[in-house]
């Protein structure tokens, strides 16, 4: 699955939750919202987020780390306390798993456009360079291919 795909269908599970924060301080709250939460986040962790965890598993067995481990551990974390604390009627953070998610992928869909844009420049830059040259022998111009002149 393309990092956009992945990224659209993280910010889909995420935005009910960013709504439901921006209604909290109004007192606006959904019956169940903890459970609500709880399967969106688990839509995200399974479907955006499992590409993460499988590169920091592969780094963590050749004993290295990179960004992937921080967002996996991270997002991890903050889904296996709030599913703990849900049982436990505390404070669940499962939007602050499927946000970081949500926001790493951004940031992932940006640099790969931005990585196309810069290849498809150096492509018409290439296609700019000129294919040959005039060169001056026994007094006249002559057009050389650029591959002949050393």
């Known amino acids: ?3 956009t795909k992945r990224f659209w269908i993280s910010l889909i599970f995420s935005i009910p939750m960013l709504i439901g924060m ?3 301080p109004f007192g606006i709250m959904v019956p169940g919202s903890e459970w609500i939460q709880f399967v969106l986040t688990t839509v995200v962790m399974g479907v955006a987020a499992r590409p993460f965890v ?3 598993w592969a780094s963590f067995k050749k004993h290295h780390s990179n960004m992937d ?3 996996a551990i991270g997002t991890a974390t903050a889904y296996i306390y ?3 604390a849900m049982f436990t009627h505390q404070a669940v ?6 946000f970081v998610i949500t926001f790493v992928l951004l940031g992932q869909v940006f640099e790969e456009r ?3 844009n810069a290849s498809n420049a150096i492509e018409k830059l290439v296609d700019l360079q000129a294919k040959d ?3 001056m022998r026994d007094g006249m111009l002559v057009q050389v291919p650029l591959s002949e002149i050393v």
């Not at 953070?93 to 499927?98: L, V, Y």
């Open 69 to 71: 481990t921080l967002v």
């Open 82 to 84: 709030s599913i703990y």
């Open 1 to 3: 699955m393309t990092i």
């Open 114 to 116: 931005m990585r196309n």
């Open 133 to 135: 040259a005039e060169i």
């Open 54 to 56: 499988q590169s920091a």
């Open 93 to 98: 953070f499962f939007e602050s798993a499927a």
């Open 22 to 24: 921006i209604l909290m």
